[in-house]
């Protein structure tokens, strides 16, 4: 068997994991979801702060007994939709991954009662936060573990203010990797110089949802195939809304196994705070890009400006959704004589990835890609000007100048001013007279891209 044969049948075995090879798309439909995302209720006469909006997700009610502000975390399995084609059995707390938002004030008294309704014991840590040491969650150091059936309390007062999460402290790679996890939000006791007009909140983070499979994989350590804010990923992942001028706020916390450098379009934001709380303002520093490490929480604030404005993790392949590895790079490889042959061991294969793989999603989109069950292509989302080729950790600012306040609904796309908009201006390869280096570019016709026509393919 020559070398080229071995190098089918290594592909061939990897069957449905080669990432051109076999994805279905499933409605792609920009900012859908299944999670129930409660209405922070808009800011009622004077109001200390504004809510804070958990993107896709929800805040937890509390209920007020004594001076005490008591809320009630369940642990329990849920089924959970990462977006429309792709859902798994997760573990999280009261029906969703992540848990619901806990958001107090500096100064509150809380009682957290945390009902375990898991297969196994658990424990809550509050992470960042500082309290007695047996109230911070670590099982078998500050407490008995919480066992199945068992609810356990946690009382404690908040002695600080900023963005904080809470996680178990037990069996943590198992729990952690299926989703139990949430944000803790705590406002400081007096008005905020700078207040701001929108604070959303996000927690990052990563799956291994194998294709065709429905149980994330606590075992992975670093190859991960969905990339979530909110345990969401694009286009599923909701718009960040905004009135242009309004103060914005976006809390991040990272509770996933990789640094993300979250990147925004636009603006220089500043960051302004972390789970240290809001930072003196001479401490603020300007930036387009941000890294929140793990186990970190950065808060970034911005003015926003009119336009769609790409909010994303900067890590290209965080930015994808499920996709094969350790197949053959088949860039600039002319497939034209081998895809018949391929088809002979592998039914329905297509050569891809030859001029790059942005084709890729208009295969999936037409249909004629199927891929693994329950799995998300790897590149998805369609806006104004065609497919967008994202998925994981993307999702977009939209700021108009015509919104009223409290007023988070997806507005749309972007009606850009005539002249605002890059344009084509020829399609001759050799327009215009360009510097460049290295020896004389070949004739035009070297190239001409190649049409792909998807209405009258047929594969398999
Ligand atoms: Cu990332």
Request: aromatic fraction near 8%; include cysteine; glycine fraction near 12%.
């Amino acid at each position: 068997m020559n070398a080229t044969r071995r190098h089918w049948f290594r592909f061939a075995g990897l069957g449905a994991l080669a990432p051109m090879a076999f994805w279905r798309s499933q409605a792609a439909a920009q900012s859908t979801s299944a999670s129930p995302a409660a209405e922070p209720s808009a800011p009622a006469g004077k109001r200390l702060y504004t809510p804070v909006r958990t993107l896709n997700g929800w805040t937890l009610p509390h209920r007020m007994v004594n001076g005490v502000k008591e809320f009630h975390l369940v642990a329990e399995e849920i089924e959970h939709e990462f977006a429309p084609g792709c859902r798994a059995k997760c573990w999280g707390y009261n029906g969703t991954t992540p848990g619901p938002t806990i958001e107090a004030v500096e100064g509150d008294r809380l009682r957290i009662y945390v009902t375990n309704r898991l297969p196994e014991h658990t424990s809550v840590h509050w992470h960042g936060l500082l309290l007695p040491s047996g109230m911070d969650g670590v099982g078998g150091l500050s407490q008995p573990h919480i066992q199945p059936g068992e609810t356990y309390v946690y009382e404690f007062t908040l002695r600080q203010h900023g963005t904080h999460m809470y996680h178990p402290h037990a069996d943590e790679m198992v729990q952690m990797a299926v989703g139990m996890m949430g944000l803790f939000i705590i406002h400081p006791k007096s008005a905020e110089a700078h207040p701001v007009d929108r604070d959303y909140a996000l927690l990052l983070h990563n799956w291994a949802l194998h294709p065709g499979t429905y149980r994330p994989d606590p075992s992975v350590m670093v190859d991960f195939d969905l990339w979530t804010m909110n345990s969401k990923v694009f286009p599923a992942i909701e718009p960040l809304v905004a009135r242009s001028g309004e103060r914005v706020r976006v809390r991040i916390g990272n509770l996933s196994m990789w640094n993300h450098p979250i990147h925004m379009h636009g603006v220089q934001y500043e960051v302004t705070g972390s789970d240290g709380g809001r930072w003196p303002q001479r401490l603020w520093r300007p930036e387009t890009t941000e890294i929140v490490g793990v186990g970190q929480a950065r808060d970034i604030e911005f003015i926003a400006v009119p336009g769609d404005w790409a909010f994303h993790c900067h890590m290209s392949h965080h930015t994808m959704n499920a996709m094969g590895h350790e197949v053959p790079n088949t860039l600039g490889v002319d497939q034209s004589g081998v895809e018949a042959k391929i088809r002979q061991l592998l039914p329905g294969y297509m050569a891809m990835g030859e001029g790059g793989m942005a084709e890729h999603q208009e295969h999936t989109d037409s249909g004629h890609m199927v891929g693994p069950p329950n799995t998300l292509p790897m590149m998805m989302g369609k806006g104004p000007f065609g497919n967008l080729e994202m998925g994981g950790m993307f999702t977009v600012v939209k700021t108009r100048d015509d919104l009223a306040t409290g007023d988070y609904r997806d507005p749309g796309w972007y009606p850009n001013p005539p002249g605002t908009v890059a344009h084509r201006v020829s399609s001759d390869p050799g327009f215009g007279n360009p510097t460049r280096r290295g020896p004389p570019p070949g004739p035009p016709a070297e190239l001409e891209a190649k049409p792909v026509d998807h209405s009258t393919m047929k594969h398999g």
